[in-house]
C-alpha cells in the first residue's frame, strides 16, 4: 500500500531535549516536506526537499533540522525544542513540487 | 509570493443540502490549484486539482471545483452533502518553477441532521 509513515504519532517532551520525528515514504517520490498545522494558520512548510542531499527552507525553519540521507526517508529534528513548538506536523511526499502531495497521518508534539 | 484566503472559518450546512466553500488566491499567472480534505485526527487527502484546461474539475467524493481567473477564485462545491463529509478542507495554491504550495487556514464543515 502506497503511504507516507510518521513516527510517533504522539510525543511529549521538556524543553531542551532533542527529538526527531522520522518520515518514510514507499512510492518513491523525489519531493518530500514538512509542515505544521496550528489552529487558525492552516499549515506552513517548514522545509522542503527535491531529492536526496538536496533541503531547502519554508516559511518557518527556525529551530528546525531536516536530512535527506536515502530517497524514502525525511526526518525531522528539533535539536532544542521550545513550547512555540507545540504543534502537529506533517509529512508530505509528491511526484515532484507541484504535484499533489500524500499526506502521513500527522505528528501531536508537545513541549512543556 | 503566492497567497490563499479561505474566508469562512466555519461552515454549518444539513445533510442533503448543497455545499460551497470559497477559495480566493493571489499570483499573477495561472497557478496550479488543490482542495484538501482533512478528517479528524488524519492526514489531508487530495480531493481535486486544477492545473490547465477545463475550469470546471471533477474530483473524488461527489466534488467539484470551479477555477475562475477573473475573480481569483477556486470555489468547491457539493450538490448533497452526507454527514461524512464534515471534516476540514484545505484549499492551496502552487506555481509553476517554485516548489512551494500555500495552503489556506481551513474551513470546518459541520454537519447537522
Known amino acids: 500500500e502506497a503511504q507516507v509513515t510518521q513516527n510517533p504519532r504522539y510525543l511529549i517532551t521538556v524543553t531542551g531535549k532533542k527529538l526527531t520525528v522520522t518520515c518514510s515514504q514507499n512510492?518513491?517520490?523525489?519531493?518530500m516536506s514538512w509542515y505544521r498545522q496550528d489552529p487558525g494558520l492552516g499549515l506552513r512548510q517548514i522545509y522542503y526537499?527535491?531529492?536526496?542531499?538536496?533541503?531547502d527552507k519554508g516559511d518557518v525553519p527556525e529551530g528546525y533540522k531536516v536530512s535527506r540521507k536515502e530517497k524514502r526517508n525525511f526526518p525531522l529534528i528539533l535539536e532544542s525544542p521550545s513550547p512555540n513548538q507545540t504543534s502537529l506536523y506533517f509529512c508530505?511526499?509528491?511526484?515532484?513540487?507541484?504535484?499533489?502531495?500524500?499526506f502521513g497521518n500527522g505528528t501531536r508534539l508537545t513541549v512543556t | 509570493a503566492q497567497s490563499v484566503t479561505q474566508p469562512d472559518i466555519h461552515i454549518t450546512v444539513s445533510e442533503g443540502a448543497s455545499l460551497e466553500l470559497r477559495c480566493n488566491y493571489s499570483?499573477?499567472?495561472?497557478?496550479?490549484l488543490f482542495w484538501y480534505v482533512q478528517s479528524p485526527g488524519q492526514g489531508l487527502q487530495l480531493l481535486l486539482k486544477?492545473?490547465?484546461?477545463?475550469?470546471l474539475v471533477q474530483g473524488i467524493k461527489g466534488f467539484e471545483a470551479e477555477f475562475k481567473r477573473s475573480q481569483s477564485s477556486f470555489n468547491l462545491r457539493k450538490p448533497s452533502v452526507h454527514w461524512s463529509d464534515a471534516a476540514e478542507y484545505f484549499c492551496?495554491?502552487?506555481?509553476?518553477?517554485?516548489?512551494?504550495?500555500?495552503f489556506g487556514t481551513g474551513t470546518r464543515l459541520t454537519i447537522i441532521p
Open positions: 508530505a511526499s509528491s511526484l515532484a513540487g507541484n504535484s499533489p502531495l500524500h
Open positions: 486544477y492545473f490547465s484546461g477545463d475550469t
Open positions: 512510492m518513491n517520490h523525489e519531493y
Open positions: 499570483y499573477g499567472a495561472t497557478p496550479y
Open positions: 492551496a495554491v502552487a506555481v509553476f518553477g517554485n516548489e512551494k504550495l500555500t
Open positions: 526537499s527535491m531529492n536526496v542531499e538536496v533541503t
